[in-house]
T-cell receptor
């Protein structure tokens, strides 16, 4: 069982570039989310999904897009990278967030210069 | 006001001592609560769920106080390996989980 797999682990982007952070889980979890974590701050929810074809915005969605075409994959797209998007991004999944909380991927460290 | 608030610490704890810290939440409708542990530059990992009646897992005890809207975590017989940041989590509307900023614990010999 691979759990939640995020790629890449590290990325440097130039301002204005776009990219997709990949997230895949092999646990057949319906719930998936993307969080960002900045120094001195907790994890902030970007987007989340309660199943294939269903996504919704979290606390800080601006500048990011998501889609959920399959249960397994939940990619996060940065449309036009800005230095304010320099952060650590975590993808998480759950069978039931209410009952089991989230299992997290190992994170993607993104620097926008 | 943040939905979930924690004392950032650090709590400096002698090895073998007991440490306890709280977390307050603002959404009175929250039904589910968790404690996560996060080591430096690593992903958060679930430590334990928090049940209404309180629950214990080895040296760790979690309590929920709905009237005052806080949860607590107590660590007994602290080990050096307990040094980490502890994240409090409350369920928000729509099955979303809201994280606190974390409480840093440093266990020293």
């Amino acid at each position: 069982n691979a759990g939640v797999t995020q790629t890449p682990k590290f990325q440097v982007l130039k301002t204005g570039q776009s990219m997709t952070l990949q997230c895949a889980q092999d646990m057949n979890h319906e719930y998936m989310s993307w969080y960002r974590q900045d120094p001195g701050m907790g994890l902030r929810l970007i987007h989340y999904s309660v199943g294939a074809g269903i996504t919704d915005q979290g606390e800080v969605p601006n500048g990011y897009n998501v889609s959920r075409s399959t249960t397994e994959d939940f990619p996060l797209r940065l449309l036009s990278a800005a230095p304010s998007q320099t952060s650590v991004y975590f993808c998480a999944s759950s069978y039931s967030t209410r009952d089991y909380g989230y299992t997290f991927g190992s994170g993607t460290r993104l620097t926008v210069v | 006001r943040k939905e979930v608030e924690q004392d950032p610490g650090p709590f400096n704890v002698p090895e073998g001592a007991t440490v306890a810290f709280n977390c307050t939440y603002s959404n009175s409708a929250s039904q589910s609560f968790f404690w996560y542990r996060q080591d430096c530059r690593k992903e958060p990992k679930l430590l334990m769920s928090v049940y209404s009646s309180g629950n214990e897992d080895g040296r760790f005890t979690a309590q929920l106080n709905r009237a005052s809207q806080y949860i607590s975590l107590l660590i007994r017989d602290s080990k050096l390996s307990d040094s980490a940041t502890y994240l409090c989590v409350a369920e928000a509307a729509g099955n979303k989980l809201t994280f606190g900023g974390g409480t840093r614990v440093l266990v020293k010999p």
